[in-house]
C-alpha cells in the first residue's frame, strides 16, 4: 500500500457547511452527498451523511418555522440530529457535541463522510475545535445531567465568595430555576439571577444585560456544573492552544447582502403561505398547556427556550394572542419577521468572519494539528449554482478526500478575497472578559429594580448623546443631587467613570 493510500486511510474527516440561513446549505449537502456515492472511485469514500448542525432543526415538528429541508428533497440522504428532540426540551451546544462525535464515528466506521450542515456557526466551531467549552461534552450526557448541590467540589474563589453572599442569593444559587425567567413579565426573578451572576463571577457578568435571562442562568448553571467561577475555566483554556479534532474542510456558502435579503423575504412569505402561523398556534398552545398556565414558567418558555427562540414565534405569537387582532397587526408582524431573518443573517456572518476565522487561522501556527481549511462559495447569482457552487464544492471535496494540495482559497471569486481578509483577532478566551461589556447608567436609572444597562465604548458614547439621557441628567443637576453615583452598592455594576461624567456636562 502507498503513503499516499496509508494517508487517506488514516484520515478522519468532516466537510461542514455554514453561512446565513436562506442561502442554500441544506441543497448543497444533499447535492455533496450525491457526489461522493457517485464518485466513490475517486477518493474511496462510500458517500455522506449529513450531520445537523442547527439549534432549532434539532427539534421534532415545526417543519416550517425551522425550514427543515422536505424529505422530498433529502434524495435518500441520511439525515441525523434533526427532528429527534422534543419541543419542550432544552438542547444546548454541548450536548450536541456529544451526540455529533458519537455519529461522525457512527459515519467513519462505514467509511462515509459527515457533513455537518447548519447556521449555528457556534456549534460548528465548538466540534471542530475542543477544549473551549465551559463544560466539555464528556461530561455531558443529556439535559438532566446537572449535578445537585453540594455533589461536586467548589473551588476556593467561589467557595469563599458563596459563603459570603447573602441567604437570598445562596438558596437562589442552590435552586437556580429550569427555565430562565422573562425580564418582562417577571424583571425581580430576572435581577435576582443577575445579581447572584455578578456576586459570584462579576468579570462574566458584566459580559451580559440583566435582561438576557437564558445566558445569565447558563453562566450560573455552569458553575453548578464545574464547581468554578466561568472566569476560572476562561482563564486555564488560554493557557493551552486549540487543536482541531477533525481534518475539516469548512465551505462558508455566501451571498451578498442585498440579493440575501430578497430571498429571505420571499422565503419568508412562502412561510406563511404554508403553515406558519398554524405551527406558531401549535407553539402557544405547548408554552401554556392550560389556560391557568400564564405564570412566569410557561412565559418565560415562549421565547427563550428550545424550539421556542425559532423566528417566526415571537414575531406572530403577540398577534395570534391579540383580542382584536387587525390587518395592521398582521402586516407588522410579517414586517417584524422579515426584520428579524435579516437580522440573523448578519449576526450569522459576523460570527463567521470575528470567531470562527480567526480560530481556523490561529491552527495554522501549531506544527502537527489536523487541517483546518475554509472556502467561500459565492451563491449570490442562482444562475451560477451548478458551476460555482455545486462544482467547486465538489472538486475542493474530492481533493480534500485525496489529500492533494487545495487551492488558495482568496483565490477562488472577489467575493472570497473581499470577505475572507480580515484582521488579525485574537483569540484568546480571556478576551471576552474585557470585550463589550455592560454598565449600568445611574443617570437613566430612575428605578432600581429596572436598571437601564448599556455596552460601554460607542454605544455608551451614543446613548450619552441622547436627549433623555441629558434631561435627566440636567434635572438631577438642578435638584442637588450629584449627576453620577459616585459608588455602587456591592454587588451591583459601577457606571463607566470618566465617560459617564462627560456625557453628563450640557451641551453648549
Not at 72 to 96: C, I, N, S
Not at 166 to 188: H, K, M, Q, W, Y
Not at 263 to 281: F, G, H, K, S, T
Not at 390 to 410: G, Q, V, Y
Request: glycine share 6%; with cysteine; net charge neutral.
Amino acid at each position: 500500500m502507498s503513503l499516499r493510500q496509508l494517508t487517506e486511510m488514516a484520515l478522519r474527516p468532516i466537510i461542514a457547511i455554514c453561512g446565513t440561513t436562506g442561502v442554500g446549505k441544506s441543497k448543497l449537502a444533499v447535492e455533496l452527498a450525491l457526489n461522493l456515492s457517485e464518485k466513490l472511485d475517486n477518493h474511496g469514500w462510500k458517500g455522506g451523511v449529513i450531520v445537523n448542525a442547527d439549534a432549532m432543526q434539532a427539534y421534532k415538528g415545526f417543519n416550517t418555522l425551522t425550514n427543515k429541508i422536505p424529505l422530498g428533497e433529502r434524495a435518500g440522504v441520511d439525515h441525523v440530529l434533526m427532528d429527534f428532540k422534543e419541543p419542550t426540551e432544552q438542547y444546548v451546544v454541548g450536548q450536541w457535541i456529544h451526540d455529533a462525535i458519537r455519529v461522525i464515528s457512527d459515519a467513519h466506521s462505514l467509511r462515509k463522510v459527515p457533513i455537518v450542515v447548519g447556521g449555528t456557526a457556534y456549534w460548528i466551531q465548538h466540534l471542530i475545535f475542543p477544549g473551549r467549552l465551559a463544560v466539555e461534552p464528556d461530561q455531558v450526557s443529556g439535559p438532566d445531567s446537572s449535578p445537585p448541590p453540594g455533589s461536586v467540589p467548589l473551588s476556593d474563589g467561589l467557595s469563599s465568595t458563596l459563603s459570603q453572599i447573602t441567604t437570598n442569593l445562596r438558596e437562589l444559587f442552590d435552586a437556580l430555576p429550569e427555565i430562565p425567567p422573562s425580564a418582562v413579565d417577571d424583571p425581580g426573578a430576572a435581577l435576582a439571577l443577575y445579581n447572584l451572576l455578578q456576586a459570584l463571577d462579576p468579570d462574566v457578568a458584566a459580559r451580559w444585560h440583566w435582561r438576557d435571562t437564558r445566558k445569565v442562568l447558563r453562566n450560573l448553571e455552569i458553575m453548578r456544573e464545574s464547581g468554578r467561577r466561568v472566569s476560572e475555566i476562561l482563564r486555564e483554556q488560554s493557557t493551552v492552544a486549540p487543536t482541531p479534532r477533525y481534518d475539516t474542510l469548512c465551505l462558508w456558502l455566501y451571498a451578498e447582502p442585498t440579493e440575501l435579503r430578497r430571498r429571505l423575504d420571499i422565503r419568508a412569505d412562502e412561510m406563511l403561505q404554508n403553515n406558519l402561523l398554524d405551527e406558531v398556534r401549535e407553539l402557544t398552545r405547548l408554552s401554556s398547556p392550560n389556560e391557568s398556565d400564564s405564570d412566569t414558567t410557561a412565559s418565560s418558555m415562549k421565547f427563550t427556550f428550545g424550539v421556542f427562540q425559532s423566528i417566526g414565534f415571537r414575531e406572530f405569537h403577540q398577534y395570534l394572542t391579540d383580542p382584536s387582532p387587525s390587518e395592521k397587526k398582521y402586516r407588522v408582524a410579517v414586517e417584524n419577521l422579515k426584520i428579524a431573518n435579516h437580522q440573523y443573517a448578519k449576526r450569522q456572518i459576523s460570527w463567521i468572519r470575528n470567531k470562527f476565522l480567526p480560530a481556523i487561522r490561529a491552527t495554522k501556527t501549531t506544527e502537527g494539528t489536523k487541517c483546518v481549511e475554509l472556502y467561500l462559495l459565492d451563491a449570490t447569482d442562482p444562475q451560477n449554482w451548478a458551476f460555482g457552487v455545486r462544482d467547486s464544492a465538489n472538486s475542493l471535496t474530492e481533493t480534500f478526500l485525496r489529500c492533494d494540495p487545495l487551492p488558495d482559497p482568496l483565490a477562488l471569486s472577489t467575493a472570497a478575497k473581499r470577505m475572507l481578509t480580515i484582521p488579525i483577532k485574537a483569540t484568546d478566551p480571556t478576551v471576552v472578559l474585557v470585550a463589550r461589556r455592560k454598565v449600568i447608567c445611574p443617570v437613566c436609572t430612575v428605578d432600581d429594580a429596572l436598571p437601564v444597562m448599556i455596552e460601554e465604548g460607542s454605544e455608551w458614547t451614543a446613548h450619552a448623546r441622547t436627549k433623555v439621557h441629558k434631561r435627566l441628567a440636567l434635572a438631577a443637576k438642578g435638584s442637588g443631587k450629584p449627576p453620577l453615583l459616585a459608588a455602587a452598592a456591592p454587588g451591583t455594576v459601577k457606571g463607566p467613570g470618566d465617560l459617564a461624567e462627560s456625557a453628563t456636562a450640557p451641551s453648549t
